[in-house]
C-alpha cells in the first residue's frame, strides 16, 4: 500500500522528529537543552548536518548551488524562530558519520537527513 504525504504533514514530522533529537535525546533534560540551544543563539548561527549526496525531494542542489528541498526548508524555518543564520555541512559520507558529528557537537548542532516514516 502506497501512501501519499502532503508536504505540510512531511514538515510536521520531520519537525517533531528533528526537535526530539536535538532537544530530548540529545541533551537529556530541559536544563541541558536549553543551554544548547541559547548557545546556537549566542553563536548567531544554527550548524545542520546532512547527508553529503542529494536526495530529492530532501535535499536538492540546485544549477546554482543553491540547497533546496524539505530538508533545508525545515532547517530555515528552525533557524528563523530562533533568530539565527543556517550553516549546512555536508562532510558525512555515510548516515553513522552523522551520528558521530552531532554525537561530538563539535561541527554540527543538529542533523536533518531523510528522516522518513517506514514500515518497518
Same mark, same amino acid.
Given at each position: 500500500? %502506497? $501512501?501519499?504525504?502532503? $508536504?505540510?504533514?512531511?514538515?510536521?514530522?520531520?519537525?517533531?522528529?528533528?526537535?526530539?533529537?536535538?532537544?530530548?535525546?540529545?541533551?537529556?533534560?530541559?536544563?541541558?537543552?536549553?543551554?544548547?540551544?541559547?548557545?546556537?543563539?549566542?553563536?548567531? %548561527?544554527?550548524?545542520? =548536518?546532512?547527508?553529503?549526496?542529494?536526495?530529492?525531494?530532501?535535499? @536538492? %542542489?540546485?544549477?546554482?548551488?543553491?540547497?533546496?528541498?524539505?530538508?533545508?526548508?525545515?532547517?530555515?524555518? @528552525?533557524?528563523?524562530? /530562533? =533568530?539565527?543564520?543556517? $550553516?549546512?555541512?555536508?562532510?558525512?559520507?555515510?548516515?553513522?558519520? /552523522? %551520528? $558521530?558529528? @552531532?554525537?561530538?557537537?563539535?561541527?554540527?548542532?543538529?542533523?536533518?537527513?531523510?528522516?522518513?516514516?517506514?514500515?518497518?
Amino acid at each position: 500500500m %502506497t $501512501e501519499v504525504w502532503s $508536504e505540510d504533514i512531511l514538515k510536521r514530522n520531520l519537525f517533531l522528529t528533528i526537535f526530539f533529537i536535538c532537544g530530548v535525546c540529545h541533551a537529556g533534560n530541559r536544563g541541558i537543552a536549553s543551554a544548547n540551544i541559547q548557545k546556537i543563539i549566542s553563536r548567531g %548561527t544554527l550548524r545542520v =548536518g546532512i547527508y553529503y549526496k542529494d536526495k530529492p525531494p530532501f535535499v @536538492i %542542489t540546485s544549477p546554482d548551488g543553491s540547497l533546496l528541498g524539505f530538508d533545508i526548508e525545515l532547517a530555515q524555518a @528552525i533557524a528563523s524562530r /530562533l =533568530g539565527v543564520k543556517v $550553516e549546512f555541512n555536508r562532510e558525512a559520507k555515510s548516515y553513522k558519520q /552523522l %551520528t $558521530e558529528m @552531532i554525537s561530538s557537537g563539535d561541527k554540527i548542532d543538529l542533523v536533518i537527513c531523510k528522516f522518513s516514516r517506514t514500515l518497518n
